[in-house]
């Protein structure tokens, strides 16, 4: 399973950190990643962080605002989102890359609903 | 850099009928990085197919996906009233990409 949360509405220019949080497989053997959907567009994938968090890559709409981190120890990801305006409103989903960072994504969590208005 | 682009937007077809689905890169996908899904309203996206053609697992076999280099294709056979959704192509390689969706709708 994996359940996002840390959604919510926030303010142009605001910083908002989501987390994932996992269970039912080996988190550590897995690179996880961010995927968002705008309100009535399609997925646009974000970021994704290797399983032992060594390494990250970030799409370039989001490079230098957003950061993707893990603890293993917790088997949570996070989306630290800074500088956030009105295009990255959308529902952010936490997935699974099979196995490594240039995998398909086997399983997704429900999204969390990230909205930034004034 | 890499642009995914998805035919038709809309698919208006009856239960029982056959889905045809496009997914064009305008590079060649390495290794066949593409993969197919299904998202429904309110729901988590399902990964259908893998490697082009490759079923994920728990996947029925009326999907079916096929191509490489820059053209690939999902498949569904004998559409069944829980296939209506928007399907996705996903170029997984070194900068991942989704193409827009096409949604396939009751007609």
């Known amino acids: 399973q994996l359940l996002e949360s840390g959604g919510g509405l926030i303010q142009p220019g605001g910083s908002l950190r989501l987390s994932c949080v996992a269970s039912g497989f080996t988190f550590s053997s897995h690179a996880m990643n961010w995927v968002r959907q705008a309100p009535g567009k399609g997925l646009d994938w974000v970021s994704v962080?290797?399983?032992?968090?060594?390494?990250?890559y970030s799409a370039a709409s989001v490079k230098g605002r957003f950061t993707i981190s893990r603890d293993n120890s917790k088997n949570t990801v996070y989306l630290q989102m800074n500088s956030l305006s009105a295009d990255d409103t959308a529902i952010y989903y936490c997935?699974?890359?099979?196995?490594?960072?240039?995998?398909?994504?086997?399983?997704w969590g429900q999204g969390t609903l990230v909205t930034v208005s004034s | 850099e890499s642009v995914v682009t998805q035919s038709p937007g809309t698919l208006s077809l009856s239960p029982g009928e056959r889905a045809t689905l496009s997914c064009r890169a305008s590079?060649?996908?390495?290794?066949?990085?593409l993969a197919w899904y299904q998202h429904k309203p309110g729901q988590a996206p399902r990964l259908l197919i893998y490697g082009a053609s490759t079923r994920a697992t728990g996947i029925p076999d009326r999907f079916s996906g096929s191509g490489s280099g820059t053209d690939f294709t999902l498949t569904i056979n004998r559409l069944e009233p829980e296939d209506f959704a928007v399907y996705y192509c996903h170029q997984y390689g070194s900068t991942p990409r989704f193409g827009q969706g096409t949604k396939v709708e009751i007609k």
């Open positions: 962080i290797s399983g032992n968090g060594a390494n990250t």
């Open positions: 997935a699974r890359s099979q196995r490594y960072v240039a995998e398909p994504l086997d399983f």
């Open positions: 590079q060649s996908v390495s290794t066949n990085y």
